[in-house]
Structure formats: C-alpha cells, structure tokens
C-alpha cells in the first residue's frame, strides 16, 4: 500500500530557530500534500495544501512566513517552522495523495516542542 | 463550505460488544467521498474505512461497517466485536475536489 514517511518524529529546538519537517512518499507520486496541526486530544487543523511544483495555499489564519511549505518533487514536501516560539510547539501530520480514487496517505507525524 | 460534525466527544464499550460512532456531514457537492480514521496513542492516522459517495452500497472492512445515509448526510461506523485494541480516537472526515475536511472526532475506549 501507499507510505508516506515524515521526519523527524520529535524535534526539539530552542526558541527563534527554524526547523524542517519532511514528508515523503515513498511509493507513489504525490500530486497533492497537506500539512495539519493537532493539539492535545483535538482535531487536525489544515494549515496548508500543497501542488507540486506550485504555492502552497495556506488556510485563514496560517501565517505564511512561518509556515514556509516547499513541494519542488512529487515525492517531497517539506514544512519550515521559522522563528520558532513556545507556542508553535504541536503536533504536525503530513498527508499525501496521488489524485487517484480520493486515496490519502498519512505520515506518522512530528512532535514538535521549542524551549 | 462543508463540515462534518462528531455528536459524541467519548464513548466507551465492552470487550467483544458493538459500538455505533456517529457522523452527519453538510455539503452541496454531489461527488465526495468519506472516511473513518483511527488515531491510536501513537498518533498515525489510520484509515479504517472509506465510502464513496455515488455508491449505495456500505462498505464494510472485517469488523468495521458503516451505514451510510446519503440522503441524510449521515455516516456512522459500526465496531463489532470490540478489541481492546479499538480503543482509540476515531475522526469522521469528508473530501470533495482538493478539499479534505475532519469531524472533531470520538475517543472510544474498550473496557476489559
């Protein structure tokens, strides 16, 4: 079946660093990849979704400049958290799709905690 | 815009019981597809069942079944022979075109 594989799964960085989070799919061409958030015990929050080759559109409310997302190959997506501070610290799940059949894949995310 | 609304925050069950999960979805769009996700503690997202709308036939996946009334707007998923390994959150989510949408999810947990 489909894999995505997103790195690293924990992070720790200190505050005002930048730090890279990666999503690949390993076994398909993903047209399509989303970034989420998700708070302790809460939904997933869409932060951005991702063509390749193209802008991300980020969702209302997702600054842009922090969030940079970067999708250069159908098999990578990547998501910089820049200028990091304590409350960006959250959980981050990537997911990918082929197009094909409504089929999503999800990576098996980041913890993310800036000190 | 679409949204999809879970009713029940947590819910529990017995080992080896049947236990219905809840979902109603709004959308105008007449092509969509729905899904139950499964986010045990480690937090992968696991797809536990997937509909697509144009078919009036529930899907079904081993103990996993869903009913799924279009009409409605409507899709519970049905957990027969609960195991303890069921207990898990467990997010309703609806996708039309580019646009992928999450209910706010159930924590079921299975009691021995």
């Known amino acids: 079946g489909a894999v995505v594989s997103q790195h690293p799964s924990r992070v720790i960085c200190k505050s005002g660093t930048s730090v890279k989070i990666e999503c690949r799919s390993l076994?398909?061409?993903?047209?399509?990849m989303f970034w989420y958030r998700q708070f302790p015990k809460q939904s997933l929050m869409l932060m951005a979704t991702s063509n390749e080759g193209s802008k991300a559109t980020y969702e209302q409310g997702v600054e842009k400049d922090k969030f940079l997302i970067n999708h250069a190959s159908l098999t990578l997506s990547t998501l910089t958290v820049t200028s990091a501070h304590p409350e960006d610290s959250s959980f981050y799940i990537c997911?990918?799709?082929?197009?094909?059949?409504?089929?999503?894949?999800f990576g098996s995310g980041t913890r993310l905690t800036v000190v | 815009a679409q949204t999809v609304t879970q009713s029940q925050p947590e819910m529990s069950v017995q080992e080896a019981e049947t236990v219905t999960l809840s979902c109603t979805y709004d959308t105008s769009e007449s092509n969509y597809y729905l899904f139950w996700y499964k986010q045990p503690p480690s937090r992968q997202m696991i797809l536990v069942i997937r509909q697509e709308a144009y078919k009036q036939q529930n899907a079904t996946e081993n103990r996993f079944s869903v009913n799924f009334q279009k009409a409605a707007k409507s899709f519970s998923l049905k957990i027969s022979d609960s195991q303890l390994g069921d207990t898990a959150m467990y997010f309703c989510a609806f996708a039309t075109g580019n646009q992928f949408y999450f209910g706010t999810g159930t924590s079921l947990t299975v009691i021995p």
């Open positions: 076994d398909f061409q993903a047209t399509t």
């Open positions: 997911s990918a799709s082929s197009g094909q059949s409504y089929g999503y894949t």
